[in-house]
């Protein structure tokens, strides 16, 4: 019987001495056991998923993190958010971290511009960080981060620039605002094994257009996520399944020359506004 040999896998953790390594052990060799007997898996099938992983484990450094691209195009990042995330009360929903987030951004003031000369048009972002009761929370840490009109993030380029990321913190009435980049569709890295995958399965490596935001405050459940632009033709087809309707907001086109929130002087470009209200569930929830 071919379910003999999983029995007999199970079994021999019997000894294992903590209980949350058993079962997650024991629940990932069932299912692994009936995705081979499923597709009825062939020893050339077998050999070449392994092959796979051993190209994602060789092109994995420092600086790319394939393992995090598999998991996310495959949706498991996404569904390990919906696991870990639970929907509480207003609180603003999370989605997909990605692996461009960099430690150590650079602060910038209320109103101040976090694009640092990355290329791409003007966008002014304001909003409040509230808890789930209403109330304001001053001093939360707001980190943003984005891919410049070229579709890359300051890590994908090979010189040191830090570019198109910042942090800053909530004022008294919980209120944020800075000047960042519109958002602009941008293909995930696709030159490396998850990439072999998608172009093998069919898929696109784009993403929607997105702005990166981590928030986090005492006593309340830091917030990964972004928001995306209404409008956008991806928003069905986001290559990692972030989209959520609640996280699509309305970047407002603003011709060149039109007054700017804080007087700064946009005469011959174009730019656009966003409103981006988050609630933050509180913490252990
Ligand atoms: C990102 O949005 O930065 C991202 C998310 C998942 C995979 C690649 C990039
Ligand atoms: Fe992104």
């Known amino acids: 019987m071919e379910e003999e040999v999983t029995d007999r896998v199970l079994r021999s953790f019997a000894d294992c001495a903590d209980p949350r390594t058993r079962e997650v052990m024991r629940s990932l060799v069932r299912h692994l056991h009936?995705?081979?007997?499923?597709?009825?898996l062939t020893e050339r099938e077998w050999d070449l998923g392994v092959d796979f992983l051993t190209r994602t484990g060789h092109i994995t450094d420092d600086r790319r993190q394939e393992f995090i691209l598999l998991s996310d195009v495959l949706g498991v990042s996404m569904q390990t958010v919906a696991v870990n995330n639970?929907?509480?009360?207003?609180?603003?929903?999370?989605?997909?971290?990605?692996p461009f987030f960099v430690e150590d951004s650079p602060e910038i003031e209320q109103g101040g511009d976090m694009a640092f000369g990355a290329r791409g048009e003007p966008c002014w972002v304001e909003g409040t960080v509230t808890d789930t009761v209403g109330e304001p929370v001053a001093g939360a840490r707001v980190e943003v981060w984005e891919?410049?009109?070229?579709?890359f993030y300051d890590?994908?380029?090979?010189?040191?620039r830090t570019a198109a990321r910042?942090?800053?913190?909530t004022d008294a009435d919980g209120g944020y605002r800075f000047w960042g980049l519109t958002p602009t569709p941008y293909?995930?890295?696709h030159d490396g094994p998850v990439g072999q995958l998608l172009a093998a399965t069919g898929r696109s490596p784009m993403r929607a257009s997105h702005l990166h935001f981590m928030v986090s405050a005492p006593a309340l459940r830091t917030l990964v996520t972004h928001i995306f632009v209404r409008g956008d033709e991806l928003l069905d087809s986001d290559a990692v399944f972030?989209?959520?309707d609640s996280l699509v907001k309305d970047f407002r086109p603003q011709d060149s020359g039109s007054p700017t929130p804080d007087g700064r002087d946009l005469a011959d470009r174009a730019w656009s506004r966003v409103r981006f209200d988050i609630v933050l569930a509180p913490d252990g929830t």
């Open 86 to 98: 639970e929907a509480y009360g207003e609180a603003t929903e999370a989605t997909v971290f990605g």
């Open 187 to 189: 293909a995930i890295p």
């Open 242 to 244: 972030g989209v959520k």
């Open 34 to 40: 009936a995705f081979v007997r499923e597709v009825r």
């Open 166 to 169: 910042a942090h800053l913190f």
């Open 147 to 151: 891919a410049d009109e070229d579709g």
């Open 155 to 160: 890590t994908q380029y090979d010189d040191e």
